[in-house]
Each structure stands twice: as C-alpha cells, then as structure tokens.
C-alpha cells in the first residue's frame, strides 16, 4: 500500500507559480513512476504529468508542456509538480499518483494508487 498527500495548492493570479508536493509513505517509494492528474470543474480527470521511478524520464499533456515541471527526490519520498505562467484554464483539483507497474503511465488505469487532491485555482 502507498499513501499520497498532495500539498501545495491555493488561489494565484494569472501568471503566476505555485508548486505541488505529493509526499509518498508505505512501499518503497523509489519502485514506482509517478503522476500527476487534474479535475477541471464539469470535466472528467486528465493526465498531466508523469515522471519515471529514477526521475530521468518525464512527458506532459500538450497544454501544460514547456509551463510545467515534474521531478522527484526519492529521498524524500517526494514528487514536485512546479507550475509558472498559470492560466485560468489550469484551474482544477490536482492529483498525484503512483504506479507500480509502468515505467511512464500516462492513463488512469495504470496507476494503482492516489492522493486525495489539492485545489488550484488561478484567477484572471
């Protein structure tokens, strides 16, 4: 079993950063690729991120890549989404996931286990 806690999320204007933190307990952290997802209000959950168990391997959803940064620090059983140049459309629960069966999951199925979600919400 692997526990998530998102942290790290609030309201930010237009422009701005915040950075998520999902921190991991239980299973060896290091064994699984990692992932981040998102809610948007009246939409279904999307990939956002994810990022390979050594953290030399990461891919993003067109709409947030060259804005958003996934890492890691395995030592700290810790995943990172940094977030610049937010834009209201970003607005959404954000979630991190983990997997223990893909190398780069990007779909839902392939994660086993999941946070309960921080709130971003950017303002124009």
């Known amino acids: 079993q692997v526990h998530l806690v998102e942290s790290g999320g609030g309201l930010v204007q237009a422009g701005g950063s915040l950075r998520l933190s999902c921190a991991a307990s239980g299973r060896t952290f290091s064994n699984y690729a990692m992932g981040w997802f998102r809610r948007a209000p009246g939409k279904e959950r999307e990939f956002v991120a994810t990022?390979?168990?050594?953290?030399?391997?990461?891919d993003y959803a067109d709409s947030v890549k060259g804005r958003f940064t996934i890492s890691r620090d395995n030592a700290k059983n810790t995943v990172y989404l940094q977030m610049n140049s937010l834009k209201p459309e970003d607005t959404a629960v954000y979630y991190c996931?983990?997997?223990?069966?893909?190398?780069?999951?990007?779909?839902?199925?392939?994660?086993?286990?999941w946070g309960q979600g921080t709130q971003v919400t950017v303002s124009s």
């Open positions: 990022i390979s168990w050594s953290g030399h391997s990461t």
């Open positions: 996931a983990a997997s223990g069966t893909t190398t780069m999951p990007y779909r839902q199925s392939e994660y086993g286990y």
